[in-house]
Each structure stands twice: as structure tokens, then as C-alpha cells.
């Protein structure tokens, strides 16, 4: 059974930056394509980024990164905005899907959150 648990998540001003970590346990980290996904108050749960255990990524405006040896995503956020305030998940899967498509992901973690303030 693989766990991932986020870290990172705060209290940020508007402009500021993030870096969000996923650290994964129990499987075959390098194997998994890495997603990270968010869910704002009232909101449904939205994609942000992912990458592949190869290091193909698929991203918006932040920017998706992971260390193989040390088991672990990323999720760098600059130029935050007030409209980014949501609890951030990071997810596995180990289909070989890279997207944005929430089913093809087997793992999640708990999320942390991030609250920009404007």
C-alpha cells in the first residue's frame, strides 16, 4: 500500500511563492506518475500538475518536479493569487496515465493547505 503524505502548505501573500512536497512510502516511487490536485472551499476537486516516471510533465502555471531517490514530488508555486487558497493533494498512479483524469489515480494523500492572502 503506498502513502503519501504533502507538506508545505501555509499561509503566503499574494505574489508569493510555495514549494509543496509529496513524500510516498510502501511502492515503487519511481515507477508512478505523480499528480498534484486541489480543491478550493465549495469547489470541486481540480488538476494542477503531474509528471511521469520518466520526468514528462503536465503542467499550468506551477511547476511539477520529483527526486526519484528520495522518493518525493514537488509542487513549486510562484505568483500566487488569492484564487489559489484550497487544500493541495499530491496522488499516485501506476497505470502509466499521465493526466488530469482523477480515476486513473489509485493513491492519495491528505492534502495540505494554502491560503493566499490578498
Known amino acids: 500500500q503506498v502513502q503519501l503524505v504533502e507538506s508545505g502548505g501555509g499561509l503566503v501573500q499574494a505574489g508569493g511563492s510555495l514549494r509543496l512536497s509529496c513524500a510516498a512510502s510502501?511502492?515503487?516511487?519511481?515507477?508512478?506518475?505523480m499528480g498534484w490536485f486541489r480543491q478550493a472551499p465549495g469547489k470541486e476537486r481540480e488538476f494542477v500538475a503531474a509528471i511521469s516516471w520518466s520526468g514528462v510533465s503536465v503542467k499550468g502555471r506551477f511547476t511539477v518536479s520529483r527526486d526519484n531517490a528520495k522518493s518525493t514530488a514537488y509542487l513549486q508555486m510562484n505568483d500566487l493569487k488569492p484564487e489559489d487558497t484550497a487544500i493541495y493533494y499530491c496522488?499516485?498512479?501506476?497505470?502509466?496515465?499521465?493526466?488530469?483524469?482523477?480515476?486513473?489515480?489509485?493513491?492519495w494523500g491528505r492534502g495540505t493547505q494554502v491560503t493566499v492572502s490578498s
Open positions: 496522488a499516485a498512479s501506476a497505470s502509466g496515465y499521465t493526466g488530469r483524469e482523477q480515476h486513473w489515480y489509485s493513491f
Open positions: 510502501g511502492g515503487t516511487f519511481s515507477t508512478y506518475t
